[in-house]
């Protein structure tokens, strides 16, 4: 029953329309359904339908609070009929600086005659306080994902007139324009951008948005291309791809784009794509390799778990070697005491709870279950699952893998003990020698691996498993604890596996046991936070956290849809950042939910180092060349490329540095702050000869004291002060990438707006 509601309800239910409160029938329809879904017996469902009698109005009472979104059944609802008229009334001329300044204060008193008088508010009541351009564009973005659109819309014209050279501004303009139900109003700025910054996947990426939702598919398919060219692991692009193949008659092709794009950033939008193709059963199985790479995990367990001692290998230093194993059995002693003292101390409120009785247990816990479910718990479910595969693959090949590594020892253990007629003590100390030389570098380098796999996959689990609903009773500190004890079972076997020989001949006396620092046992009674930086705003994430309302604007949500996009983060005001691209960390919304991508990086792959072909202008009306379609993998990093990798690489050790566990028990507002010294680079260090440098193996490059780098080709590239102080007094750049959305979702919508 646990199972049930914890897992079943948030990926069964639906939602529904605010304005109308389901009935019980309908309540009633939807427990059964999920029941069937689940397999129960007779007997289970009438269990089940007692127990929802309870929980049922602390379900609905959550879904009350939980963004809307429209579920649709054929993917090729997304795109709308051809709207003539609005494309004929796009302007024809390209907007220059001027253009862009008066068009946007003439938009902007348009929207303010006509706007509903809440989003007006909102718009007149930040503008009184904020003025600058970064302070208002925070405050369109946060009413954007607040489902505020025509506040949005306005806050975003107001930042574009304050900073009109804020190349950022204007492209989140034009995608708020288009996600709210306005492409043509934002083809003339993507124009602009796009002349200006012509490669750039998300100005392309946006362009072909507002093509599609104006029904025009030919000059989507050309942008989206486009996008595609440079930045192909970008979900929204790849999305689209996937679409178009759909409606071309491919869809197998589809699925495998929508498969990707759902590898890249976990989510439910995508989730509704590759049902709609029946293709459900490829999303519950990935490849770790890649989930490692995509998703934010905190570091509970630090590679102070993989360390393993260094034994002599040598009969000689037996002594030492066992003084040492010997510090750590009494080391493992006292951490099990220690975690068996926390599991009680954790355990005690859900025991208190289990005196109640069964049925009181199960009402209680579904209840607080319910009430757990957040904006991140959608993609927290997709992640475990994954991770629960995982972590049973990787049981089996552990198995498999020393099952051959004992073999190994066996047979050298076989070698040793093989005598000859002849031999003597030092024989048998050259061949236990022999032996531990042998066999111990294969166990250490066996466990070493095992152990840091083990670590990843549970520093993994363990971020998210605070998200699916929160630590309902101390549930998930208790399972924590016990994850704990399976790391230090493995640290303990490693340990023992490592083989010491005595010497021949000579007798043995007894070794004190050397004293071994104890393992860090991780804080696991805090929740894990990412935070999210929106100029010199804070958003939270945390499995606390139900919506986006602990913002300095005090922007509430509206109850309309979130927007179906991705928000990369950059520095610089003349970036436009692309997500993923260089390692660009991002946030994807979608169906009412949030997952970040990218904040993690554990493992950068050699393709993100590879600079992609530039791509000149191209009219919306001109083919694409199909032979820019094929990646050049041949091209070597240029000073641009460098330039960008090194920007995205300090974006994310920010990011990085804003997930913690947080145990202050507040929800304080926040603003970004950060000092410079906070952007010094962290490269992995190894001397080179003539001026000190340092090799930094994510850039590929050498780093000297001024943290300018030094690539193969001999140019040298460094990000300077300006940006840095940049980053100080405006934060990292917020950019908007469009995603598909369902026709109709556009809220506060009014027709006519701009006319």
């Known amino acids: 029953m646990f199972s049930f509601l914890s897992t079943g309800l948030l990926a069964q239910t639906k939602p529904k329309p605010k304005q109308k409160q389901p009935s019980q029938a309908e309540m009633n329809k939807m427990m059964e359904d999920a029941m069937k879904a689940e397999g129960m017996s007779k007997e289970e469902q009438e269990e089940m339908k007692k127990l929802m009698k309870d929980v049922m109005p602390v379900l609905m009472e959550q879904n009350a609070k939980t963004v809307d979104y429209a579920v649709f059944t054929d993917n090729k609802q997304l795109i709308p009929k051809r709207d003539a008229a609005r494309i004929n009334a796009i302007a024809k001329k390209t907007f220059t600086n001027a253009d862009v300044t008066a068009t946007t204060a003439a938009l902007y008193n348009k929207l303010m005659l006509k706007a509903a008088a809440d989003e007006k508010a909102i718009i007149v009541k930040i503008f009184a306080k904020e003025k600058t351009g970064g302070s208002l564009m925070a405050a ?91 930045n192909p692991a970008n979900p929204e692009t790849k999305l689209c791809a996937g679409l178009f193949n759909e409606i071309k008659g491919d869809p197998i092709k589809a699925v495998e784009d929508y498969v990707e794009a759902f590898e890249e950033i976990p989510n439910p939008f995508t989730e509704n794509m590759i049902n709609n193709q029946k293709a459900g059963k490829r999303i519950e199985k990935m490849d770790f390799e890649k989930l490692k790479q995509r998703i934010s995990i905190h570091e509970f367990f630090t590679k102070k778990w993989i360390e393993l001692p260094q034994f002599s290998n040598s009969v000689t230093g037996f002594n030492n070697d066992e003084s040492i194993k010997k510090g750590y059995d009494i080391m493992h002693e006292r951490l099990e005491k220690k975690l068996e003292e926390l599991q009680e101390a954790a355990a005690a409120e ?92 294969r166990i250490k380098e066996f466990h070493q691996k095992r152990l840091d796999e083990f670590r990843t996959w549970l520093n993994a689990w363990c971020t998210w498993r605070w998200y699916l609903t929160g630590n309902v009773k101390n549930v998930v500190i208790n399972e924590y604890v016990g994850w704990v004890r399976a790391m230090a079972d493995l ?18 006396k007894e070794n004190s046991p050397n004293n071994i620092a104890e393992l860090p046992i991780p804080s696991f009674n805090c929740p894990v936070v990412v935070s999210m930086p929106v100029g010199l705003e804070v958003l939270r994430l945390s499995a606390e956290a139900s919506a986006l309302n602990e913002n300095n604007f005090g922007i509430k949500q509206n109850g309309g849809a979130m927007p179906n996009v991705s928000i990369s983060f950059g520095v610089g005001k003349t970036v436009i950042t692309e997500p993923g691209l260089y390692g660009n960390p991002y946030i994807k919304t979608a169906n009412g939910s949030i997952n970040q991508s990218g904040y993690n990086y554990a493992d950068n792959s050699d393709d993100e180092l590879v600079p992609l072909p530039k791509i000149p202008p191209v009219d919306e009306l001109t083919p694409l060349d199909p032979k820019l379609l094929d990646n050049n993998k041949n091209q070597k990093v240029n000073k641009e490329d460098a330039q960008k990798l090194q920007q995205a690489k300090l974006a994310r050790q920010l990011l990085n540095k804003m997930m913690t566990a947080d145990c202050s028990g507040k929800k304080e507002k926040e603003k970004f702050t950060v000092g410079l010294g906070e952007l010094v680079l962290e490269p992995v260090f190894e001397v080179g000869l003539g001026e000190l440098e340092l090799w930094d193996d994510e850039m590929k490059a050498w780093v000297n004291s001024k943290d300018e780098y030094r690539f193969e080709d001999g140019f040298t590239v460094g990000l300077g002060k300006l940006e840095l102080l940049e980053i100080e007094t405006n934060g990292l750049q917020t950019t908007i990438t469009n995603g598909l959305e369902a026709i109709g979702t556009s809220k506060n919508f009014i027709k006519g707006l701009f006319d």
């Open 140 to 230: 369109s973005i946060i009413a954007f994902l607040q489902g505020h659109f025509q506040a949005a819309m306005g806050l975003a014209m107001k930042a574009v007139v304050a900073d009109p050279k804020n190349i950022n501004y204007q492209n989140n303009l034009a995608a708020i324009l288009s996600q709210s139900g306005y492409p043509e109003k934002a083809i003339p700025y993507l124009k602009k951008l796009q002349q200006q910054l012509p490669g750039n996947s998300s100005i392309n990426n946006n362009l072909g948005f507002a093509w599609l939702n104006l029904g025009e598919v030919d000059s989507a398919k050309r942008f989206y291309g486009m996008a595609a060219l440079r």
């Open 491 to 508: 640290h303990q076997h490693a340990v023992e596996d490592l083989k010491i020989e005595k010497a021949s001949c000579v007798e043995s």
């Open 350 to 441: 859900l025991d208190a709870l289990m005196d109640k009785g069964q049925d009181e247990f199960v009402k209680t816990m579904a209840k607080e279950n319910i009430k757990g479910v957040n904006m991140m718990s959608k993609p927290a479910l997709y992640i475990t699952k994954m991770l629960a595969t995982y972590q049973y693959e990787m049981m089996q090949k552990h198995t498999q893998e020393y099952a051959m590594l004992e073999n190994y020892i066996d047979e050298q253990r076989k070698i040793k003990n093989k005598t000859g007629k002849n031999d003597k003590c030092p024989d048998f100390d050259r061949k236990a020698n022999e032996f531990m030389q042998a066999v111990n570098p």
